[in-house]
């Protein structure tokens, strides 16, 4: 999902177009795929599952700070490659959880992107405006991605 036109801290263009074919969308299901780290957990994926249209799998790896939209054999080679190093890929269902709860059911409206000073989105935050509700999706300081309500 790369267009090496773009620098490497910006979503791509098929990311953005991804992006826009989720409004509209009704989230059915949330599910958080973690890594077990030194102190403690890391979430590594995110994967919004809509009543129609395409599933969304964002991703952030350790090694670089921005978040991109991956495919589930992405995940799925990343999860053979953490169970080579003695590590494994945790599944969770959000769909409980305090952020997530509210939304299930509900219409997403658009996400939302900064932009940097070339105006292109820059892919280290992003926002899920669901209307009443939205929530922050970033790179998480150490590693990985953070989920925070607006």
Same mark, same amino acid.
């Given at each position: 999902?790369?267009?090496?036109?773009?620098?490497?801290?910006?979503?791509?263009?098929?990311?953005? &177009?991804?992006?826009?074919?989720?409004?509209?969308? *009704?989230?059915?299901?949330?599910?958080?795929?973690?890594?077990?780290? +030194? /102190?403690?957990?890391?979430?590594? $994926?995110?994967?919004?599952?809509?009543?129609?249209?395409?599933?969304?799998?964002? +991703? $952030? #790896?350790?090694? &670089?700070? +921005?978040?991109?939209?991956?495919?589930?054999?992405?995940?799925?080679? *990343? +999860? /053979?490659?953490?169970?080579?190093?003695?590590?494994?890929?945790?599944?969770? #269902?959000?769909?409980?959880?305090? !952020?997530?709860?509210?939304?299930?059911?509900?219409? !997403? /409206?658009?996400?939302?992107?900064?932009?940097?000073? #070339?105006? !292109?989105?820059?892919?280290?935050?992003?926002?899920? #405006?669901?209307?009443?509700?939205?929530?922050?999706?970033? *790179?998480?300081?150490?590693?990985?991605?953070?989920?925070?309500?607006?």
């Amino acid at each position: 999902m790369q267009n090496n036109d773009l620098p490497s801290h910006c979503f791509q263009q098929p990311e953005l &177009e991804l992006f826009l074919s989720l409004e509209g969308q *009704t989230l059915e299901q949330v599910h958080y795929f973690t890594v077990p780290a +030194a /102190r403690a957990e890391h979430l590594h $994926a995110l994967e919004l599952l809509f009543a129609e249209g395409p599933t969304l799998l964002l +991703a $952030a #790896d350790a090694e &670089e700070p +921005a978040m991109r939209a991956i495919t589930p054999e992405q995940l799925m080679a *990343t +999860a /053979r490659d953490l169970k080579s190093r003695g590590l494994a890929l945790h599944l969770r #269902d959000a769909n409980r959880s305090a !952020l997530w709860a509210p939304l299930v059911g509900e219409t !997403l /409206r658009a996400i939302l992107l900064s932009k940097n000073e #070339d105006g !292109l989105s820059a892919n280290d935050a992003l926002v899920f #405006d669901f209307g009443a509700h939205r929530l922050l999706l970033s *790179t998480a300081e150490t590693m990985g991605l953070a989920v925070s309500a607006l």
